[in-house]
C-alpha cells in the first residue's frame, strides 16, 4: 500500500483559514476534500448527466435564498426599529429558521447508527459459471457504497457497544442496483420474519425509562432470548468476541440467508454470501470497548474514515459458499432455509469471487449516509432469493420503513440512491418528485408512446425468478428441521480457543449480572445448560448461582476451527501506533520512527507530555497526542522512545502501560524503555514486549507482534 501522508488524519489545513469576502481576489466555491467521494451525477433516472463527478449542491459564492435571491444580510432579523418586534414580513428569517426546524428526519427504527463509505468492487469471474450477473463476470469493476452499523443504538449512541454490525453492500451495476445487506454474523435471533418486532421490542431500551441505550444487557433481552430459544446460536455470537468488533476494516460480513445463483445455461446452486476482510477479522477487549465507548463514541467511524483519509484503503474479498439446489434445500442434514444455522467452512469452502476496496469517504453525510436505502430485493438477474421466511419478510420491510423515513415512494432518485443503468419505470408523481416525465401513457401496454417503455420479454436480458416449484397447505408454522436451536450454539462453543471462551463466559456472566429478575438469570442458564455443561457451570460459577440441569442431551457436534479468530497472521496496515517520548528523546530518531512506521502503511502518534511541538537538532516533530488526550484504548502498540522520564513515572503513563499490558498490545522500546516498563510493573519478557538496540531496530518485531493482533498469552484465558 502507499505510504501514509505526513501530516496524519486530523492534522490543520496547510493553509490557514480565513473570514471575509478576499478582495480583490475572486472567491472560490467550496471545494471537497481529496478523500472525500459524492454521488455519481447520474440524472433521477440513471442517465449520465454530463455534470463534474463532484458537482455540489451549491453554486457561486454569493449567499441567495433556496430560491436563488442574493441576500445583503442573514445576521439581523427584520424589525420595527433596532429594538423593535420581528415582522411576519421576514421572509428570509422564516425561510432560514422553517428549513432548519425540518432538518430532521426519523432515524432507522434499527440500525440507526451507521457510517457510509464509497468504493469499488473487482469481480475475479469465478463465479461466472454459477451467476449471469454481469458485475460477476471476470475483471468487471462496479462502484459501491457500504454502510455499516450497530443495531440497537440510536445514531448518537456509541460504536464499540456489545452489537450485532450491520455490513450493508450497494452494488450499483449496469444491470440495476443489487444490495447485499448483511450482519457481521451468518446467524440470526429468529427463524420468521414475523418475529424481527418481538426480538428488536426486547432488545431495544425499556419502554417506561428508555434504558439501557444500545446495549442487551437488561431483562427484557434476556427475557425473551431465553425464552425464545432460536436466538441461542445468535447470543452466542453476540456474546463472543464477534460482538466487539476492533473496527470496520477487521470484520467479517455475511450474507446470512441463503440465495438463489442462476448461471446462463439455467442452472441453479444455492449460496451463502461472506466478506473476508484482508487485514483479518479481530476484536477489543471488552474493558476496551467499554472505555472507548466513553473516550471516543465514533471510535470506528474515525478509525474507518480515518484510514481512508490516510490511504489505508481497507479491503474485503467476497466468496461464496456453494451448495447443490436439491429438492429439499439441505445440505449436510443442515436446513438451507433456517437463518440461525451456517455451513461450516470445512463442509463448504469460501470460494472467492471479488475483491472490495473502499476509497472514499461521503461528501455529505445526511445525503449519503442518512440518506442511502438499502432493499433485498434489489436484485440482478442471476441472483435470486429463497423461501427462508425471514428474509421473505426483510423482502417487505425495507422498502415499507423507507416511506415513511425517507419521506415518500421517491428515495430510489435520491442522488446515493440512484442507480447507474438506465431507470424507465412506470411510478409516477408522489412526495419529493425529481423526474420530468414525458410522454402521456405511463401504462402497458400503449400504442401512445410507441409501446414504450417494453419488457424483456424471453431475450435474456431481464430478471427471471427461479422457476421453483411451490406447492403446500396454508399454515403458519416451521418445519421440523427448525426445531433444533442447540447443536451449532455448542458447534460454535467448541470451536473457540480458550480465550474466547473466556470472553464469552464473562460476557454472559456481565450481561446476566445486569437482569435484576432471578428467574430471567436461572431461564437463560437453562438455555446455556443445552449448549454446553463447561459453559453453563463456569457462567453459572460467575453469577453465583446453581448450575441447572440440562432439558437435553448435547449434541454431537465437530467444531469448525474456521469459526476461532485466532491462530492467523495479519498485515499490519493501517494499525494505530503510539510513540512516546519524554524530556530526554532524540528527536532526530523519534521522526525516523515516525516516518518508517507511516512508510509501512501504519499511522504513528506521537505522544509527549503536552501538546504543541518538539524542536531540537534542527528537527520539528508535531505532537498528534499529549498525556492528557492520549488513552491506550486507540492504539494497538505502543513505541516507547528513549528519555522518557521513568522517575517519578507520570500516573497517565502508568495507566496507559497498565491497559497496554493488560489488553495483549505490543510494547516496544529502545534505550530507557526498559526502565519505564520496570516502573509501570510491566515485566520487560513478556510475549508482545520488546527493548530494541536502537530506534532502526523498532519497526519489526512491532510488525510481527502486530501480526497475532495481541500476544494472547497476557489475555488471561481463565479466571
Ligand atoms: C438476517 C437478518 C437481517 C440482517 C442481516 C439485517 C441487516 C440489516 C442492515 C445491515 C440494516 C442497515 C441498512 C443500512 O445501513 O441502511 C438493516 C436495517 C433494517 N432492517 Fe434488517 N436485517 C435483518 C433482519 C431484518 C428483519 C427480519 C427485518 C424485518 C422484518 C429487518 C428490518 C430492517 C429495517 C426496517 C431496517 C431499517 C432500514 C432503513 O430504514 O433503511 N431486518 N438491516
Redesign the pocket.
Known sequence: MASLPDPIPGAPAAVAPTVGRPDPAEPQPVVGKPDQQAPEPVSPTGTPTGAPVRSRAQSGTTLTTSAGLPLRDTDHSLKAGARGPSLLQDHHLREKITHFDHERIPE????AR?TGVHGSFVSYGAAAGLTRASFLAPDVETPVFV?F?TVLGSRGSADTVRDTR???VKFYTDEGVFDL???NMPV?FIQD?IK?PDVIHAAKPHPDREIPQAQSAHDTFWDFVSLHTEATHHVMWAMSDRGIPRSYRMMEGFG??TFRLINADGETSLVKFHWKPVLGAHSLVWEEAQLLAGFDPDFHRRDLTDAITAGAYPQYELGVQVMPDTEDQLFEGIDLLD?TKMVPEELAPVQPIGRLTLTGNTTNFFAETEQ???HLGNLVPGIDVTDDP?LQ??LF??VD??LT?LGGPNFNQLPINRPHSPVNDMLRDGMHQTAVHEGVAPYQPNSLDGGVPFVTGTSGAGFIEAPQPVTGVKERSAPASFDDHFSQARLFWLSMSDVEQQHLVEAFVFELSKCYEKPIRQRELTVLANVDPDLVARVAAGLGMPVPDAQYQPATVQPSPALSQLGGSWPADGRVIGLLTGPGSSLVDVAAVQHALNDAGMTCLVIAPVGGELEADGVTVIVQRSLVTARSVELDALIISDGVADSPLDPRTQLMLGELFRHGKAIVGWGSAAEVLTAAGCPTEATGVVIASDAAGVAEPLQQALSQHRAWDRVPAAT
Do not use: C, K
Open positions: 432507522r427504527v434499527v440500525h451507521g454502510r452499523s450491520g455490513f450493508a445487506v448483511g450482519n440470526f420474519g424481527f446470512v440467508h437463518p442511502v436505502a438499502f425471514l419478510a426483510r420491510s425495507y420503513t423507507q423515513r
